[in-house]
Nanobody, 124 residues
Framework: VQLVDAGGGTVQAGGSLRLSCTAS????????VGWFRQAPVNEREFVAA????????YYADSLKDRFTISKDTAKNTVYLQMNSLKPEGTAVYYC??????????????????WGQGTQVAVSS
């Protein structure tokens, strides 16, 4: 699966961005699509995930009130809507695809296809 993640940019604190993740060569059917982020001095962390079949969504506790993950079946695309962004949200955001079990949905080891990452910068 070849993933293209896009939509990053620079935004002021309190602003919004919408990231997108598209598979160029196959459907997401049967997979979960996750978003992870990595700031320069931090380890990569889980942001959110969605199961393509059924649409169940999962979020990092600290982000679930401001971030929304969704899918567009016709476009074979997953979106991450990020609102009320904070400077600590500055990171490279990656989409990833895998077949994690529910208890492991936030573990990056469960995802085996990754996008190239898109940079998000939040200024204070």
């Amino acid at each position: 699966v070849q993933l293209v993640d896009a939509g990053g940019g620079t935004v002021q604190a309190g602003g919004s961005l919408r990231l997108s993740c598209t598979a160029s060569d196959r459907s997401f059917s049967g997979y979960a699509v996750g978003w992870f982020r990595q700031a320069p001095v931090n380890e990569r962390e889980f942001v959110a995930a969605i199961r393509w079949s059924g649409g169940n969504t999962y979020y990092a506790d600290s982000l679930k009130d401001r971030f929304t993950i969704s899918k567009d079946t016709a476009k074979n695309t997953v979106y991450l809507q990020m609102n009320s962004l904070k400077p600590e949200g500055t990171a490279v955001y990656y989409c990833a695809v895998g077949r994690p079990i529910m208890s492991s949905i936030s573990q990056e080891s469960q995802y085996y296809y990754w996008g190239q990452g898109t940079q998000v910068a939040v200024s204070s």
